[in-house]
Nanobody, 128 residues
Framework: QVQLVESGGGSVQAGGSLRLSCAAS????????MGWFRQAPGKELEGVAA????????YYADSVKGRFTISQDNAKNTLYLQMNSLKPEDTAMYYC?????????????????????WGKGTLVTISS
């Protein structure tokens, strides 16, 4: 059974940094698309960043380009999201997700539906 467990959330001031981690277990796929999504209060789930574990190609939402970096440690089966220059609008619950069939990007947006596996989330709060 595939399990994804996020950690690293917290509260920081605007301009600060956080690194989220997602520990994955239970799958044997050689290539998996793994992504980070976030949901702010009253808003729809938004795709933030994604990476293919086999080839390393990445996706970033325009709102985080240049500030966030997605990476992986295959030896540890762990996905990371380094978040710098954080803004109050980055406040959200952040979720890790995975799909062996790949991620879907339409009109520049990483789609959340179709992702097969999800973690329970970690809360990020940015104060101004």
């Amino acid at each position: 059974q595939v399990q994804l467990v996020e950690s690293g959330g917290g509260s920081v001031q605007a301009g600060g940094s956080l690194r989220l981690s997602c520990a994955a277990s239970g799958y044997t796929y050689s290539t998996v698309c793994m992504g980070w999504f976030r949901q702010a209060p009253g808003k729809e789930l938004e795709g933030v960043a994604a990476i293919y574990t086999g080839g390393g190609s990445t996706y970033y939402a325009d709102s985080v380009k240049g500030r966030f970096t997605i990476s992986q440690d295959n030896a540890k089966n762990t996905l990371y999201l380094q978040m710098n220059s954080l803004k109050p609008e980055d406040t959200a619950m952040y979720y890790c997700a995975a799909d062996p069939g790949g991620c879907t990007v339409v009109a520049g947006n990483l789609l959340y539906y179709g992702m097969d596996y999800w973690g329970k989330g970690t809360l990020v709060t940015i104060s101004s």
